[in-house]
């Protein structure tokens, strides 16, 4: 089975400052990673998403997220935040063994400050 | 054109009815699914159809009955609705492979 588990559910930043939002995974076999972002009263939208490609992945709206086997993690990171980045963050995980359902985290909400 | 569309957006009804929301996707995909989430936004999976076929139940309550009519479709019924169901549904679709799932915009369940 495969679990992911973000640490921090509410993360503040300042406007231009850097966005890290923590998430790690555990998997028996090598997963499928995701990033979703929920804007208030809305589904949910692909940021980015590893598939054992490169492990850098960037995403859309100038999100990047680095696979590191070796620490089980997949943070996603923006250099510079925008007061329209403020949602709510996904991470999650999935595998053809899990019928390829997604496997979410519990969510990290970003707050941006002027 | 809305990929994955949703119907009704809210739904305010009594402990006790029962009710069905609809799912429809035209991205030509085989694979759809049923995902609830919580009032503290915790997702989790309910059902998952492959070109009809069920792949995944996870314990739900069988009260819960997802019905697929073709596989541009996934419908969810619900039976004696207890006021728990309050929730978020989100349909979703994917490829099989499932590199992206697309979302729709949700259903609000508020059961008084």
């Known amino acids: 089975a495969q679990s992911v588990t973000q640490l921090g559910s509410h993360v503040s930043v300042s406007e231009g400052a850097l966005v890290l939002l923590r998430c790690n995974y555990s998997s028996s076999v090598p997963p499928y990673l995701f990033w979703y972002v929920q804007y208030p009263n809305q589904g949910l939208q692909l940021l980015l998403k590893?598939?054992?490609?490169?492990?850098l992945v960037k995403g859309i709206n100038g999100f990047e997220a680095e696979f590191k086997k070796s620490e089980t993690s997949f943070h996603l990171t923006k250099p510079s935040a925008h007061m329209s980045d403020a949602a709510e963050y996904f991470c999650?995980?999935?595998?053809?063994?899990?019928?390829?359902?997604?496997?979410f985290g519990k969510g990290t909400s970003l707050l941006v400050t002027p | 054109d809305t990929a994955v569309s949703q119907t009704p957006k809210y739904l305010v009804t009594q402990m006790g009815n029962d009710k069905s929301i609809k799912c429809e996707q035209n991205?030509?995909?085989?694979?759809m699914y049923w995902y609830k989430q919580d009032s503290k936004k915790f997702l989790k999976i309910m059902f998952s159809y492959n070109n009809k076929e069920l792949i995944i139940n996870e314990t739900v309550p069988n009260r819960f009955s997802p019905k697929s009519p073709d596989k541009a479709h996934l419908n969810l019924h619900i039976n004696s609705l207890e006021l728990g169901d309050s929730a978020v549904y989100f349909c979703a679709s994917s490829r099989r492979d499932n590199t992206e799932a697309f979302f729709g915009q949700g259903t609000r369940l508020t059961v008084v």
């Open positions: 991205l030509g995909h085989d694979t």
């Open positions: 999650a995980v999935t595998h053809s063994n899990s019928g390829y359902a997604l496997n």
């Open positions: 590893y598939t054992s490609a490169a492990t």
